[in-house]
């Protein structure tokens, strides 16, 4: 009962609008759960192609245009990103021992705003997003809050060829250059421009790179592209989505490219010597990396993250 008089109230509430586009601007101090869960509701009433300007939770002087139907963009913070808040974390540590940081499958450039508030030292920050259209967004969102990230409208996958790309426009976190979600999503087949990893990395002078790949089903393309340069990643976080573990990406990692693998299970960093690992829901992503385990504590000594082996 309680319930329906709450959704009763929140969708009689007047200038619902005006409320969210002040809301996305609060303080992150005061952006809190409560008040996340509440302004998401009243968004839900707004036409959710309405665009507003957030500071992402990240920086109160932000000003990101972002479509309400991103809500934790929108409205919330990086550590109400339940799925993501740890890997964010992580990449902010390992920034310290790198020399670059690489974010393939940009979306709204999510993770390039959270980076760059702890890049005292200015390390280059490359993004990869190759629908179009996000695309202008991210250089847009860039341009306008003066920052200096270097943009390439491309996919990276294992060819330095025009390919097709496929844009979901049910969900725009989930484009790619395989046509994964077709029975589930409404796709529109695009083609873009792409070059490999190799290709990339031989065009920049860094040689201690931070990656981190969503490239929904793509992985192995990814890595396909990146036989010749593979060395130069320092660190390499991944989502792997059931599939890419079914064909055995975390075995192909350890065994042929002799890297270390570690699930990361919120702030556990679960050791995998042969691919194995227990999936804990909402994580997907891995870390594979050159250190090994004792390596690994040391460089993230004094944080919050757990190694375990």
């Known amino acids: 009962m309680l319930l329906k008089i709450y959704h009763l109230i929140v969708k009689i509430i007047p200038f619902k609008l005006s409320i969210i586009k002040l809301a996305a601007q609060l303080p992150p101090e005061f952006k809190s759960n409560v008040i996340f869960k509440v302004i998401s509701n009243i968004a839900t009433y707004c036409d959710q192609s309405n665009v507003i300007k957030s500071n992402l939770g990240i920086n109160t002087n932000y000003k990101i245009a972002v479509s309400i139907s991103h809500p934790i963009a929108a409205f919330g913070t990086p550590k109400l990103y339940t799925q993501e808040y740890a890997t964010l974390y992580l990449l902010k540590e390992l920034l310290k021992h790198s020399d670059a940081f690489i974010d393939v499958g940009a979306n709204l450039g999510y993770f390039c705003f959270y980076i760059d508030e702890y890049n005292a030292s200015k390390k280059p920050i490359h993004f990869f997003e190759p629908d179009p259209v996000l695309f202008d967004q991210l250089q847009q969102n860039q341009q306008k809050n003066n920052k200096h990230f270097i943009a390439h409208k491309l996919a990276i996958s294992n060819t330095n060829e025009p ?7 049910t969900d725009d976190s989930s484009g790619s250059i395989k046509n994964t979600f077709e029975s589930k999503h409404q796709l529109e087949a695009v083609t873009i421009d792409s070059i490999s990893f190799d290709e990339f990395a031989y065009s920049i002078s860094e040689k201690n790179l931070l990656i981190k790949v969503d490239v929904e089903g793509a992985e192995f393309e990814f890595i396909e592209g990146a036989r010749n340069k593979i060395q130069s990643i320092d660190f390499l976080i991944i989502e792997l989505l059931q599939d890419s573990i079914d064909q055995k990406f975390p075995e192909m990692m350890i065994d042929r490219y002799k890297f270390y693998a570690y699930y990361i299970n919120n702030f556990n960093l679960e050791f995998s010597r042969k691919g194995e690992y227990k999936y804990v829901s909402p994580y997907y992503n891995w870390l594979f990396t050159k250190y090994e385990p004792s390596e690994l504590k040391k460089k ?10």
């Open 300 to 309: 993230l000594v004094n944080t919050p993250f757990v190694v375990l082996d």
């Open 163 to 169: 390919i097709t790309f496929y844009r979901n426009l």
